[in-house]
């Protein structure tokens, strides 16, 4: 697992965690819950475009070493 996607998965299980908190602090008539749903939306957000990225560079990562494989071949 690569630092990207490690980071990606805390942030959206916080941001989970955080938004259960939000719907506990929710029935118990607290308005701050407002503000604790928009962290959550945020974090997973973040975090959920953070394992998406990482998916990306790994994509790109394995296509640039096939390529320079297929080069080192050709010149062989």
Not at 43 to 67: D, M, Q
């Amino acid at each position: 697992m690569n630092k990207y996607l490690v980071r990606g998965i805390l942030l959206t299980v916080l941001g989970i965690g955080i938004g259960i908190a939000g719907s506990y602090l929710q029935s118990g008539e607290h308005d701050i819950y407002k503000w604790i749903y928009i962290v959550a939306v945020l974090l997973f957000g973040i975090g959920f475009l953070t394992i998406v990225y990482s998916l990306i560079r790994k994509i790109e990562r394995k296509s640039i070493l096939n390529e320079r494989q297929e080069q080192q071949e050709n010149n062989e």
